[in-house]
């Protein structure tokens, strides 16, 4: 995108402390019954024995467990350029490019109304 440097804008990264609820996960020793079956003979003579055991495993749950703290992200870091002229339309100034920070970098370091070439990673600041 090509234009006329107007001006540029750098917007900080926000964030705020925030809560939530902490999980942590807790597991218990569980039982359970598991079915086997064995068939011997065929036909009309077969006949199905069927017995249970105990099978043992842990069984994990995640429960909350008071809460933590942590920084949340509000608005992400920035970077922009307003150009005039943008493409050499005359009516089209004062247009806001999210850019790179070594575009953003490159365009402070000239001077106004200079003729600037960015690749946007965004509209509008």
């Known amino acids: 995108m090509t234009g006329l440097r107007d001006s540029v804008r ?5 964030t705020v402390k925030a809560t939530r609820p902490h999980t942590v996960t807790k597991c218990a ?5 598991v079915r086997h079956t064995s068939s011997s003979g065929s036909g009309s003579k077969k006949k199905t ?6 099978k043992q495993y842990r069984k994990c749950a995640k429960v ?4 933590e703290t942590y920084t949340r992200i509000v608005r992400k870091e920035r970077w922009c350029v307003s ?6 339309d005359t009516a089209r100034d004062d247009v806001w490019y999210q850019v790179t920070r ?9 001077d106004e109304h ?12």
């Open 83 to 88: 150009l005039d002229d943008v493409g050499g």
């Open 64 to 67: 909350h467990s008071g809460t």
């Open 49 to 54: 024995r069927t017995w249970y055991t105990t």
């Open 10 to 14: 750098h917007l900080a990264k926000q």
């Open 29 to 33: 020793p569980a039982t359970k019954q």
């Open 102 to 110: 070594a575009a953003y970098d490159a365009a402070r370091g000239m």
């Open 114 to 125: 200079a003729r600037v070439e960015v690749t946007p990673t965004g509209t509008g600041c």
